[in-house]
């Protein structure tokens, strides 16, 4: 089996492509970057999925395309960047996998598009994409017109299954996705203020074997949510101060209040630091809808079984203070242990 995966050197990506050639597949990987480790057994290709030439280099005698390629973050210097990934670049790789006759494709999407925005209830369980003008940014707009042009080439015939994270969590993160930049941001912050809202943490190993199981088992057209267990941040915060024993002080803070700082950080960051904020507001936003999404369809007609998320939580923290400590010794490497 010929397989692509777009965006195979990120975080679920690396995870799903040491998967897959775990079960002997032949892989290809189409990336904007190359990964931090490259397997023998893969073959790599360096460029965006916006590059119409070389999507269709990509997809070449392929017969199943995993298309995870896209900009995951909240905000962006030019907010059209990420319309320019998210959708357009979902447009060129199916258009690209429909004239290769590739013979199923999977579009990974996120739940942030799910939550019950005004304007979108029941988004969760319906048969297409919600509509992305309810959605609450940029980022979640481009995701949500993204899916939805995945599920009109199913309905036009093209094998298109969906399949849609929560937060995946889990070893090896190298570059940080927003989910890891969370938990590194509050265990690096010794007053903890933060929003009380429901996490649906999963090992990011849970999603790739779930990815894997839509593309072999799943409906076409269908949605399928891999998710794990949800807690509320305010036991995540407790669970990560026990792990790592890092003590804090914890402040919740009322939403109006979160969403407004938000804000304000996003203007700085437009109009004079142009580098990303700590926080956005349509990431507030997201937080505010957040809710507890069902994984028992993937459960009954995939298999999906996750695991526990404790001991993913605790290899996680491992791994960021392993991190962190790294870092420390790159930039301090004369220090010695009694400093």
Known sequence: MKVLVTGGSGFIGHHLV????????????LDIRSPTHMMAEVEYLEGSVLDVGLVKQAVTGVDQVYHLAGLPGMWMPDREDFY??????????????????VRRFLHCST?????????????ATAP??????????????????????????AADG?????????????????????????????????????????????????VAAGLILAM????????????????RLS????????????????????????????????FISDRLTKRCPSGTAEGVRIARSASDLSIDKARRELGYAPRPIEPTL?????????????????QHPFRTAAE
């Open 18 to 29: 040491s998967a897959l050639v775990a079960r002997g597949s032949d892989v290809r990987v």
């Open 84 to 101: 320019r990934v998210n959708c357009v670049g979902t447009e060129t790789v199916l258009a690209a996998a429909r004239a290769g006759k």
């Open 111 to 123: 739940e942030s598009i799910l939550f019950d925005y005004p304007g979108s209830t029941n988004a």
């Open 128 to 153: 297409t994409a919600p509509p992305a003008e309810a959605m609450p940014g940029a980022y979640t707009r481009s995701k949500a017109l993204a899916e939805a042009r995945a599920m009109t080439a």
């Open 158 to 206: 093209f094998p298109v299954v969906v399949g849609t994270p929560t937060m995946p969590i889990g070893p090896h993160d190298s570059n940080l996705t927003p989910p890891s930049q969370m938990l590194r941001h509050f265990l690096d912050s010794r007053v903890q203020l933060y929003l009380d809202f429901i996490v649906n943490l999963v090992d990011v190993r849970d």
């Open 216 to 231: 072999e088992r799943g409906k076409v057209g269908d949605r399928y949510v891999f998710g794990g267990e949800s807690l």
């Open 235 to 266: 036991r995540i915060l407790a669970l990560m101060a026990t792990i790592s024993g890092r003590k804090h002080v914890a402040i919740a803070v009322p939403g109006g209040f979160a969403e407004l700082s938000a804000g304000m950080l996003e």
């Open 314 to 330: 605790r290899e996680t923290i491992d791994f960021l203070l392993g991190a962190e400590q790294r870092l420390d010794e790159k």
